[in-house]
């Protein structure tokens, strides 16, 4: 299964694959991950000068607000045309600005509005994500809660803790893995490991038996809104 990857404000894929790297090789050996780099060569200074090398990338640009955007629809054509061209991708897997990216992109796939020729993309993890608060974006990305699996990893020490435990209410029936961490990819105890690890092989069960797809998608959309948490 190939799971489309993208980075955090002003670093870059290779960055994301390194973070990645902190998490036991079993839980994604049975996925094929790719990392882009962004649209946009950053435009200031990045947070990871001098611990990681250059060049660094953003998806879009945006006020301190977090309500103006710029790019962003130039972004989205550009990882459309992305997803089209290197795909299918059956996942989405998102740092901070990537993962509130990534939500947005199932929620407009999810009421029609983009990859409309691309199967449904099929679970996600979020990492430190967040919604966009411009309403002409989030009334229609996250009209109706998001049908795919995800699992939201959500930082005590976060500054974006609230706007990621907000985000987990875009999805049906959300995984959520708390940690003590701050706004990074946290390193993950034998705990979390073996639950994303379960989490990851119930993907892959899900994708290999097309009858069991239908049953658990049912059971999953049909299910009251719930929320599953794990705390590191």
């Known amino acids: ?37 962004g649209k946009y060569p950053a435009a200031g200074k990045s947070d990871i000068e001098g611990i990681f090398p250059p060049p660094y990338f953003e998806w879009f ?12 629809d130039e972004c989205i054509s550009y ?3 992305y997803i089209t061209e290197h795909g299918p991708f059956d996942g989405l897997l998102g740092f901070s ?9 199932l929620g407009y796939q999810a009421q029609g509005k983009i990859l409309q ?21 989030s009334e229609i990305a996250y009209k109706d809660p998001i049908k795919v699996r995800s699992v939201h990893f959500i930082g005590d020490k ?39 690890r379960e989490w990851t092989k119930m993907i892959l069960q899900e994708n290999s038996d097309p009858e069991n797809v239908k049953a658990t998608n049912a059971a999953h959309v049909t299910s009251d809104e719930g929320q599953s948490v794990i705390g590191a």
């Open 1 to 37: 299964m190939k799971v489309l990857c993208l980075h955090g404000f002003r670093t870059s894929g290779s960055f994301l694959r390194k973070q990645i790297s902190k998490w036991d090789p079993a839980i994604f050996q049975d996925f094929s991950m790719v990392f882009p780099d």
């Open 61 to 72: 640009q945006f006020n301190k607000e977090f309500i103006v955007y710029t790019n962003l």
């Open 79 to 81: 990882l459309c045309d």
């Open 97 to 105: 600005q990537g993962a509130t990216l990534s939500a947005l992109l």
């Open 117 to 137: 020729n691309h199967p449904p993309i099929k679970f996600f993890v979020s990492i430190g994500g967040s919604k966009f608060r411009d309403p002409s974006i």
């Open 158 to 196: 976060d500054w974006l803790k609230v706007p990621s435990e907000d985000l987990t209410r875009a999805f049906y029936n959300p995984l959520i893995i708390r940690h003590p961490q701050g706004h990074t990819v946290p390193r993950l105890d034998e705990n979390t490991t073996k639950q994303l």
